[in-house]
């Protein structure tokens, strides 16, 4: 529900914003961080701190940034879908506000069809219905509640894919 009147009601975006940061509202201080990142990103063209130090991780001494760069990208490549219809810095900040419910949306597919092969379609339509309803996945920190732009409902859905395959290969 939560989610629900983030999205209609558009609290999360503030009009008179100036930057990415000031307009778009993220839930926590990992939505903000990978923010850095997806500027950085679209203003140099490459993924930063990979292997470089950060200044602003671990402060005042830094810290190399180990996350894998596929969520950045994603939402970079979300937004590119978006910006015919709206300014590429709109684009980029419905982009990171959405892209984490995408994710938790797409969960239920991996997860029907694991209850479908080891149990039956009965028990992967319960699965899937309970992995929708499941109140840490709809509105959590690590869920894939609407403006929380981080990875774990990224990894979520990764995690699943892949028991699904291992199922599916044995």
């Known amino acids: 529900m939560n989610s629900y009147f983030n999205i209609i ?19 926590g201080p990992d939505p903000y961080y990978n923010m850095r ?3 950085k990103t679209v203003e140099t063209g490459s993924f930063p701190y990979y292997s470089d130090n ?3 991780l671990a402060y005042p001494f830094g810290k190399s940034g180990g996350r894998a760069p596929l969520l950045v990208m994603s939402a970079i490549g979300f937004s ?14 419905y982009a990171m ?13 991996p997860v029907y069809f694991i209850g479908k092969i080891l149990f039956g379609k009965k028990a992967g339509l319960i699965a899937a219905l309970l992995i929708a ?5 709809l509105s959590s920190g690590h869920g894939s509640a609407y403006g929380l732009f981080d990875h774990d409902s990224f990894n979520l859905l ?13």
């Not at 914003?17 to 993220?26: H, K």
């Open 133 to 137: 309803l499941i109140p840490i996945h």
């Open 80 to 93: 590119h879908l978006l910006t015919p219809f709206m300014s590429e810095a709109d684009a980029l900040g």
């Open 97 to 109: 506000q959405f892209i984490p419910a995408l994710f938790g949306a797409l969960l239920v597919f």
């Open 158 to 170: 990764l995690y699943f894919l892949a028991f699904l395959f291992l199922i599916k290969s044995i």
């Open 54 to 56: 950060d200044p602003l």
């Open 37 to 39: 990142l997806v500027e």
């Open 9 to 27: 009601s558009n609290v999360n975006i503030n009009p008179e914003g100036t930057t990415l940061s000031d307009t778009y509202y993220l839930s």
